[in-house]
């Protein structure tokens, strides 16, 4: 079931994107993520398509597991593209009874669709390229001024940090206990989609308690280990921006701004 | 010296979980503490670093009582868990094996000295970029008594740290534990159910229902048979074979109790 999980999940290898700093990617990423609400136009889309994938190609992912990235976003990128085709009012190119598609809504839809997929690709980007606690010490890098204002940046980073972590763990746990109800005649795969939801039902309950198990021997490690809240601690990582991570802002910016004035052709 | 004096506790009023304990430990010291499932082992080993502290009776490490000071105590005392699963915070194995440096605010130079170090020194240092939850169990434990070891304590608690293990780790594992604590002057308070892992060990308090029951060497824990049963400890079947030997050659010695010695003189 881990397996099947590709979101959020870090590639152990060594890659110039790997070897960027987390808040240059971060920022990168979050950046990008915003332009692409903001991009009109196919060929603006092509050049941020082109450039996921040179990154992904950088970032030596292999393309079945940037696959699976897009997954869990299927059921809802299907269900806002068939909203769009057929809610979305303008000039009709196809009726039948009350059933009407216009081309404003089809339009829409690939538009959206585009973006939830490129969505997927540059989160898939982030993180199979950048630890879970690179990634919190980024975060909390960037978000670190507002400790001037009492915000507990560093426990929240960390809060995040073990949350990411336990994701695939408790993947494992349901998969566990799936295979564990189904020995004993449990069956999740029968029976109307209501059936189906219902049977999930007895798999919450011991997830949930081992969950909060897991939480309580964890949280009781890391006291052990000298961890408390709100304490001064040290960061093992140096972050330190380097020539590689300018390169990275340069071209980023560069792709980001063609694609922005980059004209139509279809 | 780690020195319980008449420590009492219970997680429920009126129900000791640990009754009138009184044990020392010796800077450098390797002592067992041997006892059935339920027999207030963690809860021993929980009160010897402070993350509990007792009811009635006191705990002291090197003079400061745990009641005073909990948190010094968690630099001086390091706890390995029986599951290292429920234990790693970090991605990777040198990012957890860190953690534990950062609450101490270790510089950053000296924090990756000690991480090289005790890596090397556990054979786990081509696992440093890898992922803790793809280890076998045997290296999982390893890696969880790495973290608590570049801490550098000055006393070691291991909490059945070998339960899940297969019988060839078992052995690895507490030979490792016992030679490191030896070179480095670490006292250790070693907890297990398991009689034969602590046949060597100089010094064996044996417990059950929270109470010392016995407290001695070798021969003096494993010859009360009875005593074994009533407790629920198994009696080592190479002390079966020694105690066999003894009664046709009177002149074997206890330091005669390993494998390869009692083979040669059967």
Redesign the interface.
């Known amino acids: 079931m881990r397996a099947k999980f590709a979101l959020g999940q870090y590639n152990y290898a060594d890659s110039f994107l790997h070897r960027l700093d987390p808040r240059v990617k971060i920022l990168l990423i979050f950046f990008i993520v915003i332009l692409l609400f903001f991009v009109k136009t196919i060929s603006g889309y092509l050049i941020l398509f082109l450039f996921s994938v040179f990154l992904i190609v950088l970032s030596k992912s292999n393309f079945s597991s940037v696959m699976r990235s897009i997954k869990p976003i299927l059921v809802l990128l299907i269900f806002t593209a068939v909203f769009q085709i057929f809610f979305t009012p303008g000039t009709v190119i196809f009726q039948y009874k009350f059933v009407k598609i216009t081309a404003q809504g089809v339009k829409l839809a690939i538009y959206i669709s585009i973006r939830l997929i490129l969505l997927s690709f540059f989160t898939f980007i982030l993180t199979s390229t950048t630890s879970n606690i690179e990634l919190t010490d980024g975060f909390e890098s960037i978000i670190s001024p507002l400790k001037i204002f009492g915000f507990p940046a560093q426990e929240v980073s960390l809060m995040i940090s073990i949350s990411l972590r336990f994701v695939p763990v408790l993947f494992e746990e349901a998969d566990r206990i799936m295979k564990a109800q189904m020995s004993r005649g449990a069956e999740f795969n029968k029976g109307s989609l209501i059936e189906r939801a219902k049977s999930f039902l007895p798999l919450l309950l011991p997830l949930l308690l081992n969950a909060l198990n897991r939480a309580d021997k964890l949280a009781t490690a890391m006291e052990a280990r000298g961890f408390v809240i709100g304490q001064k601690r040290t960061k093992y990582r140096e972050m330190r921006l380097s020539g590689v991570d300018f390169l990275a802002i340069f071209v980023t910016i560069l792709v980001m701004g063609i694609s922005i004035v980059v004209r139509e052709f279809v | 010296m780690i020195r319980f004096e008449s420590v009492y506790f219970a997680y429920e009023k009126g129900k000791w979980a640990v009754e009138n304990l009184n044990f020392e430990i010796k800077k450098g010291e390797f002592v067992a503490l041997l006892g059935s499932n339920g027999s207030g082992k963690s809860t021993i080993a929980?009160l010897t670093?402070g993350?509990l502290l007792p009811n009635k009776g006191n705990v002291f490490v090197d003079g400061i009582n745990s009641k005073d000071s909990p948190?010094i105590l968690?630099?001086k005392v390091?706890?390995v868990?029986q599951?290292p699963?429920?234990?790693?915070?970090?991605?990777?194995v040198e990012?957890d094996i860190?953690?534990?440096?950062?609450?101490?605010?270790?510089?950053?130079k000296e924090?990756?000295r000690r991480?090289y170090e005790i890596t090397k020194r556990l054979g786990i240092f081509r696992y440093l970029?890898?992922?803790p939850?793809m280890l076998s169990g045997g290296e999982k434990q390893k890696v969880a008594i790495a973290?608590?070891l570049a801490?550098q304590p000055d006393y070691l608690v291991l909490d059945e740290v070998t339960a899940l293990l297969d019988p060839v780790s078992r052995k690895e594992i507490f030979n490792l534990v016992y030679t490191i604590a030896e070179e480095n002057n670490i006292g250790v308070l070693y907890i297990t159910h398991i009689s034969e892992e602590v046949v060597p060990v100089e010094r064996i308090i044996l417990i059950s229902n929270g109470e010392k029951i016995k407290e001695g060497g070798s021969e003096e824990i494993f010859s009360n048979y009875r005593l074994l049963e009533s407790v629920g400890v198994s009696v080592p079947a190479i002390f079966k074979v020694y105690s066999f030997l003894k009664r046709r050659k009177p002149d074997t010695s206890p330091k005669e109790l390993s494998e390869s010695t009692l083979l040669n003189k059967l």
């Open positions: 929980r670093d993350l948190d968690k630099s390091g706890i868990f599951n699963d429920d234990q790693f915070v970090g991605t990777t990012e860190a953690f534990g440096l950062e609450n101490l605010n270790i510089e950053r924090a990756h991480v970029k890898s992922s939850s973290g608590v801490m």
